[in-house]
């Protein structure tokens, strides 16, 4: 089988992992595949299965131009061309669609393409950009069930300066999807349900399926004896972490104010894992470290926590929260479908979105975690997250949709 696979990342990022992922499964079962990625941030590949679509000179205007006018996935027209010329020269049974938005083709057109071509197509939705006019993250906004138009989110991701050109790109999607004969949409069970509600696929083939998680090479249980010691952490104490870093939509200030509630309470330890910025203040029982970019490191934090606190309020399957229950890890987070899709009530405490007062609680309340509430956390996560689970189950709708 020929595999075109298309999105933002090739390799990093949580993305990208999923894109090199399922090349790697892909290319062990004897297929041909080809990965098309923007190609900016990421250093380029020495391997001619790998194609970044997108210069810095066509690049760069074409961010600005997105910016000024709301149009964002509208100006790189070369290398759109470059995307339609190597799906004709490849020739796939199937195209893979990942993140289509990020300024680096017309995604518009390239699906309108596929469409008019007869190409069949799963698209994965790793975020809820499918269904939504502009954004990738509706944060409480449910105008994408009727239309969207008068975007909230205007100024944020993808940025328009003066523009709301949110209802023009949510009809642009609504013709392309209409008629499109061999297309299935993929996400976790939060996504699947919202889409299914919104007014862009309603009609269209929707199916659960989650985002895969390679455990193996790095998120699995550590000994965190040395880490402890140099952190300064008494074997008696607990410890939370939470490695939102300072994005809003990630939370962290709500971390930050939760650890003002906690102050005092004995025996208890707060981690804050991404802190960027000089402006924000601490109360003596939080730990504070910038972004950790080793894996191993990483992993040793998720070990070393007796619960993981996500005060994430937009994403739909957040890999931190994965990270922390390879490593046999529970979670602390709020009441949000897509942190609910990780794990269970046994495995994770759910509060209301924004309750500093509950959250605080729950983190109180918490246990130090046992061995054999490591394993138990672990074994789960690999049964539900596994790549080769999830790949297996992509894979058979390929082999449907041909």
Not at 311 to 318: A, E
Not at 360 to 371: G, L, S, Y
Request: charged share 25%; hydrophobic share 35%; net charge positive.
């Amino acid at each position: 089988m020929k595999v075109l696979i298309v999105n933002v990342n090739a390799y990093t990022g949580s993305t990208g992992r999923i894109t090199y992922g399922l090349y790697k499964y892909l290319k062990s079962n004897g297929h041909e595949v080809k990965v098309c990625y923007r190609g900016i941030k990421e250093k380029s590949i020495e391997n001619t299965d790998f194609i970044p679509l997108v210069s810095k000179i066509e690049f760069n205007p074409s961010v600005m131009m997105a910016r000024i006018t709301g149009l964002e996935s509208h100006f790189s027209f070369f290398a759109t061309q470059k995307l339609i010329s190597i799906v004709h020269d490849f020739n796939p049974d199937i195209v893979q669609l990942y993140n289509i938005h990020g300024n680096y083709i017309r995604s518009y057109s390239f699906l309108n393409h596929l469409k008019k071509e007869g190409f069949p197509v799963v698209y994965s939705m790793l975020d809820e950009f499918a269904y939504m006019g502009k954004c990738p993250y509706p944060e409480g906004c449910e105008k994408y069930k009727t239309i969207c138009n008068d975007c909230p989110q205007k100024k944020r991701y993808p940025v328009s300066w003066l523009f709301d050109a949110s209802s023009y790109l949510f009809n642009k999607k609504r013709h392309i999807y209409s008629g499109f004969q061999r297309l299935i949409f993929t996400g976790p069970p939060f996504v699947c349900k919202r889409a299914k509600e919104s007014y862009l696929l309603k009609d269209c083939d929707v199916r659960e399926l989650y985002e895969p998680f390679n455990f193996e090479d790095y998120f699995y249980p550590r000994d965190t004896k040395k880490l402890r010691e140099s952190l300064g952490i008494d074997n008696c104490d607990k410890v939370v972490v939470c490695a939102s870093g300072t994005s809003p939509r990630k939370g962290g200030k709500i971390f930050i104010e939760t650890a003002k509630l906690l102050e005092g309470v004995p025996n208890l330890k707060l981690i804050f894992i991404g802190y960027n910025r000089n402006d924000w203040s601490f109360t003596d029982n939080v730990i504070v470290r910038g972004f950790i970019n080793d894996q191993n490191e990483l992993a040793e934090y998720m070990s070393l926590a007796d619960a993981y606190v996500c005060t994430s309020i937009g994403d739909t399957t957040p890999s931190v929260c994965l990270c922390a229950l390879g490593c046999g890890t529970p979670l602390i987070a709020f009441d949000y479908g897509g942190v609910r899709d990780c794990a269970p009530n046994k495995y994770g405490t759910y509060v209301t979105i924004g309750d500093v007062n509950a959250m605080a609680m729950a983190i109180k309340k918490c246990k130090k975690k046992t061995k054999e509430d490591i394993d138990g956390i672990r074994d789960y996560a690999v049964a539900q997250f596994a790549p080769i689970n999830i790949y297996e189950k992509q894979f058979n709708m390929y082999r449907e949709l041909i």
